[in-house]
C-alpha cells in the first residue's frame, strides 16, 4: 500500500526547516511501514508505504502530529519567512 501528501508553506526556509526536523526521525522496522520525504521549494512530499491500511493510518497519523510540532514550534519561535 502506498499513498502520498503534499504539505505548502510560505517559504523555502520554512519548508526546509520542517524537512530538516521530519526526515530525521524513521518509522521503526517492526512497524511494516516507510516513510520517504523529499522536498521541493517550498513544497514538503512524504511517501507513505505500509503493508496494512491500519499501519498506513497511523504512520501518517503520527507524521501530521509531529509536523503540527514542527509549525507551532516554528510560530513559537518567530521563525523568519524568507
Known amino acids: 500500500m502506498e499513498t502520498s501528501i503534499e504539505i505548502p ?3 523555502d526556509r520554512t519548508a526546509e526547516i520542517a524537512y530538516h526536523s521530519l526526515r530525521v ?3 521503526p522496522k517492526r512497524s511494516g511501514s516507510k516513510k520517504e520525504p523529499t522536498l521541493d521549494g517550498k513544497i514538503l ?3 507513505f508505504f505500509c503493508e496494512e491500511a491500519r499501519t498506513m493510518r497511523v504512520s501518517v497519523g503520527s507524521f501530521l502530529d509531529l509536523l503540527v510540532l514542527v509549525i ?3 510560530d513559537q519561535f518567530d521563525v523568519p519567512s524568507n
Do not use: A, I, L, S
Request: glycine share 0%; no cysteine.
Open 9 to 11: 508553506f510560505d517559504t
Open 25 to 27: 526521525d524513521p518509522e
Open 45 to 47: 512530499r512524504v511517501n
Open 72 to 74: 507551532d514550534t516554528m
